[in-house]
């Protein structure tokens, strides 16, 4: 196994419950130590046991030397995006093509890093360069983990999909991964490449539409929810479609694959209309949270300019996602940023986050419990969609704010709250309840 991240710990451990013998390879050391204690570098749900549980056929190491008489190669680094959603590309196909170099002839090479159609032929190529001749076969599974349930998403996907050159390439590959899924849709290499840009790009589409329609329905006194269940039960469209209002796609997976789509066509005298639109709409959706913010405190605090210059807001939930420690590119911070900018003090709330990294200390305050971050605070905004958070006692909560002014992008606590009066909510797609509201218009030069 080529990298120990996310995408190569969560690999490593399911082939190993699988009966392989596996040797993970990462040139960083603090990361190969850690893992040869049992701690994976991230927090995902059951990985830790995942790796305990299979100790004995688990091995991690520095040393590419050790890939020497290797005779399948799996290559799961995860490919670092910067702040503008680049992927760095180069860094991967460098580490791998150096590692590759050890393995025998005729060896069967996978690859699921997140890279842009037309990267295994580059590496394949890189290879042959640094071998003197090219003598290893390529296959593409492209990752399809879901951070918080990456587990399930390996070992019982709905299917694989898996590109490949030959007939023997597919017979390995197939007995590879049979032990997860007896459903693998075939493809060329550049085939099953192209479809991770796809289906990213989809889910991104589809996430970037439903906010837009949703922010619209808000202007016109429609619901959002009700608007996109009556989308669902199309069926060309499917009750399973990725049309729920909430938040911004954040992370840089989805944005990083527009990003590839878009270089794509551009590279090749192409259009890419949609997958621009799709991340133009959600860059502006990211601004949601504080223009309703802005325009529900403005009214008491005397004017928008002054609006969070002193006041305390708790923010539940600031992992990229619930279940997991990663606070990289998450919105939830983002914004903890912005609010900590604005003047205000900010406390916050996440089941998963023990400690916070240097760059956030004096951000923003780290509580111990949901309650601890909400008392006196004159808003809650709920960011990740933490299970636990449904469980805090509506009474409680109220009784903690010092006004009931909550803020909840996803609709989360909904259902919750229920009907209760005199709770000021405001959540993607549905006019705010029991408020008065500076109009959005005349709040988003200053969130801008």
């Known amino acids: 196994m080529l990298g120990l991240w996310h995408l190569g710990s969560v690999t490593a451990a399911c082939l190993a419950e699988a009966g392989r013998e596996v040797i993970g390879v990462d040139p960083d050391p603090l990361l190969v130590a850690a893992l040869a204690e049992g701690r994976p570098p991230i927090s995902e749900p059951g990985l830790t046991e995942l790796i305990a549980r299979n100790a004995a056929r688990l091995r991690f190491s520095t040393d590419p030397s050790t890939l020497i008489g290797v005779r399948l190669a799996w290559v799961a680094f995860d490919t670092p995006v910067d702040e503008n959603d680049d992927a760095d590309v180069e860094w991967v196909l460098g580490r791998s093509a150096q590692m590759l170099a050890r393995l025998p002839r005729e060896a069967l090479v996978i690859v699921s890093s997140q890279l842009p159609v037309g990267s295994v032929a580059r590496l394949r190529s890189r290879c042959a360069d640094v071998r003197g001749e090219d003598d290893l076969r390529f296959a593409c599974v492209p990752e399809n983990l879901r951070l918080g349930s990456a587990l399930e998403s390996f070992r019982a996907p709905a299917r694989i999909v898996a590109g490949v050159h030959s007939e023997e390439d597919r017979q390995e590959l197939a007995e590879l991964l049979a032990p997860f899924c007896g459903q693998i849709l075939w493809t060329g290499i550049e085939s099953a490449e192209m479809t991770k840009h796809a289906l990213n790009g989809f889910l991104a589409t589809s996430i970037a539409f439903a906010n837009e329609i949703a922010v619209i329905c808000e202007a016109v006194g429609a619901d959002a929810a009700e608007v996109l269940r009556g989308l669902k039960s199309e069926p060309r469209i499917g009750g399973r479609a990725y049309l729920d209002p909430g938040d911004a796609f954040a992370g840089g997976t989805l944005a990083r694959d527009l990003g590839f789509l878009r270089a794509l066509a551009v590279s090749h005298g192409l259009p890419a209309h949609v997958s621009a639109g799709a991340a133009a709409g959600n860059a502006e959706h990211r601004g949601w949270t504080r223009r309703k913010l802005l325009a529900l405190l403005s009214g008491e605090q005397g004017g928008f300019e002054r609006a969070l210059n002193g006041a305390v807001v708790a923010v539940w939930g600031l992992a990229y996602k619930p279940g997991t420690d990663t606070l990289r590119r998450s919105s939830a911070v983002e914004l903890c940023r912005w609010l900590a900018r604005a003047g205000a003090q900010v406390r916050a709330y996440d089941p998963s986050v023990r400690v916070l990294p ?37 009474e409680d909560l109220l009784a903690s704010l010092a006004r009931p002014l909550i803020i909840d992008p996803a609709g989360w606590l909904v259902e919750a709250l229920g009907t209760r009066e005199g709770v000021r909510y405001a959540r993607v797609g549905t006019l705010v309840r029991d408020a008065w509201v500076t109009p959005a218009a005349s709040v988003a030069e200053v969130v801008r």
């Open 358 to 394: 240097v760059s956030l200390e004096g951000v923003f305050e780290l509580c111990a419990t949901p309650l601890e971050a909400v008392a006196g605070a004159q808003a809650l905004v709920v960011g990740a969609s933490c299970p636990e958070f449904r469980d805090v006692p509506v």
